[in-house]
C-alpha cells in the first residue's frame, strides 16, 4: 500500500518561515519525479515546486526565491521550506509523486497579517 503523508503545516504570520514535509511509505522516491500543490478556498489548485530524481527543481513565479524543494532519499522523504509568507500562500498543500501520481492527503497551511 503506498502512502505519502505531509505534515508541518500550521499558522503563522506573514514573513514567517514553515517546512513541510512528505514521507512515503510502500513506493521508493529516489525514481520519481515529486511535485507540491497547493489549493486555496474557492481557488483552482496550483503547482508550486517540483523535483527531479537528479535533483533539478522548478518553481512557480509566485514562490520562487521565497520556497525551495528538496529531498532527501535516504529517508525517502520530499521537504518544501517556505520562508517570507504572504497571506495569499494560505492553502492546502499536497505532494504528489508525478511518476506513479499517487497523492498525499494534504496539510493546511495559514499565513495571518
Known amino acids: 500500500q503506498v502512502q505519502l503523508v505531509e505534515s508541518g503545516g500550521g499558522s503563522v504570520q506573514a514573513g514567517g518561515s514553515l517546512r513541510l514535509s512528505c514521507a512515503a511509505s510502500g513506493i521508493r522516491l529516489s525514481a520519481s519525479r515529486m511535485a507540491w500543490y497547493r489549493q486555496a478556498p474557492g481557488k483552482q489548485r496550483e503547482l508550486v515546486a517540483t523535483?527531479?530524481?537528479?535533483?533539478?527543481?522548478d518553481y512557480a513565479a509566485s514562490v520562487k526565491g521565497r520556497f525551495t524543494i528538496s529531498r532527501d532519499n535516504t529517508k525517502n522523504t520530499v521537504y518544501l521550506q517556505m520562508n517570507s509568507l504572504k497571506p495569499e500562500d494560505t492553502a492546502v498543500y499536497r505532494c504528489?509523486?508525478?511518476?506513479?501520481?499517487?497523492w498525499g492527503q494534504g496539510t493546511q497551511v495559514t499565513v495571518s497579517t
Open positions: 504528489r509523486t508525478e511518476t506513479a501520481g499517487y
Open positions: 523535483i527531479t530524481s537528479s535533483g533539478v527543481t
